[in-house]
């Protein structure tokens, strides 16, 4: 096994939304966390907040939220998911991810650690990791800042061995006996026997100790991925304009992607809850036109949603909902690699509707009805149904028939994929119809007729009897052209 740690030194801090720079946590009068600027000023984790505040006079101290850490822990967690599905929560301020059977999704162990941060980072985290085969072992060296990859057993007791002793946090008492006879460095401990250790610093280090050589089996309780995910934001400040909620809406999205990948679903639409200040909540609905799992896809849609937003005040709070999710099907993935084609037409359909409306985007579908007019009815742009405005016919130009429980093969009907709006009446000279000159027929006449059922609804076709031929003018150009007892008629083209 392999483990990656991450420490999260700042995450009493970050995990506030209210807060400015300079500023820190306290815990019963002492820093517990402090940022950049104010460590500039001198102030530094453990200190008095009076010995601070002399340091920096404009610092904000904030109390410590133990619940806003828990709740920050968890939503890393669910976005680990990214990239395995076995994470392990190590409170107050790190979390394990156990990578060894996903490295060769990722490329290496180089790729899945610089994702892994990268991540991190785009979600405005401060982070220190380690890679090591104990779980113990890579966070004392997270903890340490060693930014360190031991990925061999062998390889344990060396990299242990230069960390003090504090990075354990044993408890104070163990750590001052440690100190009084000499032993400041974790590789000290290697030449001391163990059965006097115990006596002297607790069986609880010892068996820590043990456990980060590998000695000792160390089993993780897993993270277990909720059933539905539903995820709130306190935003740092009231936000008045839709764009700037981006940023804490990739925090979310991340979480929901890590989770989504966690417990083997796709999304199909989710909603994101505003909480405004003064105003009744709102609701922005994301639907996809394909379930997917895709962060980057998602945070395009979202752009394109919040791009034409009208917000109705000051947004406070943000929470976000996975309404609709499925199965994630097994795909075989393919044996050599494939070029990159785009986003695909169902990402564009989403983009679109997000950028033009609900019923600005539409496309045809098919339905059992022989007369032209009524073959396609417009359907959502993002619904089940397949956008073809004609059936799919199989290679070799035949199509596949069922005939009394076998399968026929004919030949299909030539279709036009552009109808005009209205048929054209078409001159008739010499006993043939003209468009741009005299029409040849390529195709013998097909009999379409009969309608009588919707003869007496509004705008409706009504009873037709037509035959069709597909023809061709001197130009070239191919037109579907048919006749009736009214004479000769255009009613499509084709490409």
Request: net charge negative; aromatic share 6%; hydrophobic share 45%.
């Amino acid at each position: 096994m392999l483990w990656l740690a991450l420490n999260f030194p700042l995450l009493p801090l970050e995990a506030l939304p209210l807060r400015q720079s300079p500023s820190a946590v306290v815990q019963r009068g002492r820093l517990l966390a402090c940022d950049a600027a104010a460590s500039a000023a001198g102030v530094t984790p453990g200190q008095k907040l009076s010995t601070a505040l002399g340091l920096a006079p404009g610092l904000r101290a904030f109390e410590r939220e133990a619940l806003r850490e828990t709740l920050a822990l968890d939503q890393l967690a669910c976005w680990a998911g990214n990239f395995t599905p076995t994470v392990s929560l190590a409170p107050p301020d790190a979390l394990l991810l156990e990578i060894g059977g996903c490295l060769r999704l990722f490329g290496g162990l180089e790729h899945i650690v610089k994702a892994a941060l990268n991540g991190c980072a785009a979600q405005g985290w401060t982070t220190q990791w380690a890679v090591a085969p104990t779980p113990l072992a890579a966070r004392w060296l997270a903890r340490a800042g060693a930014a360190a990859v031991c990925d061999a057993p062998e390889a344990l007791p060396t990299a242990l061995s230069a960390l003090p002793c504090t990075v354990t946090a044993w408890p104070a008492e163990s750590l001052s006996r440690l100190d009084a006879f000499g032993v400041r460095q974790l590789g000290d401990l290697a030449s001391l026997p163990l059965a006097g250790l115990r006596q002297r610093i607790g069986n609880v280090a010892v068996d820590e100790w043990l456990r980060a050589r590998g000695d000792l089996p160390d089993p993780q309780r897993a993270f277990v991925f909720p059933e539905h995910f539903v995820q709130g934001l306190e935003l740092p400040s009231r936000v008045e304009h839709a764009e700037a909620l981006i940023f804490a809406g990739q925090r979310l999205f991340a979480a929901l992607c890590g989770w989504l990948h966690g417990r083997q679903l796709l999304l199909r639409s989710c909603s994101l809850h505003l909480d405004y200040d003064g105003e009744p909540p709102g609701v922005l609905r994301l639907a996809l036109g394909e379930a997917s799992a895709d962060e980057a896809r998602l945070l395009r849609l979202l752009r394109e949603y919040l791009g034409r937003l009208q917000l109705a005040g000051p947004v406070e709070r943000l929470r976000l909902e996975a309404d609709e999710v499925m199965a994630q099907p097994g795909d075989s993935i393919h044996l050599f690699d494939v070029a990159p084609s785009g986003e695909g037409a169902a990402a564009c359909l989403e983009r679109l509707q997000a950028r033009l409306g609900e019923g600005a985007v539409r496309r045809l579908s098919v339905r059992a009805e022989h007369r032209p007019e009524c073959a396609t009815v417009a359907a959502s742009a993002l619904g089940e149904s397949v956008a073809v405005s004609q059936p799919v016919t199989p290679p070799e130009g035949h199509s596949v028939f069922a005939q009394n429980g076998q399968c026929t093969a004919a030949a299909p009907p030539q279709r036009p994929l552009w109808l005009l709006p209205e048929p054209q009446a078409l001159i008739e000279r010499g006993g043939g119809p003209h468009w741009h000159g005299r029409l040849e027929l390529l195709t013998r006449g097909e009999r379409l007729e009969s309608g009588w059922w919707d003869g007496g609804e509004a705008e409706a076709v009504g009873d037709v009897r037509r035959d069709y031929f597909v023809a061709r003018n001197p130009l070239g150009q191919w037109a579907w052209i048919f006749r009736d007892a009214r004479g000769w008629f255009l009613h499509g083209l084709f490409a």
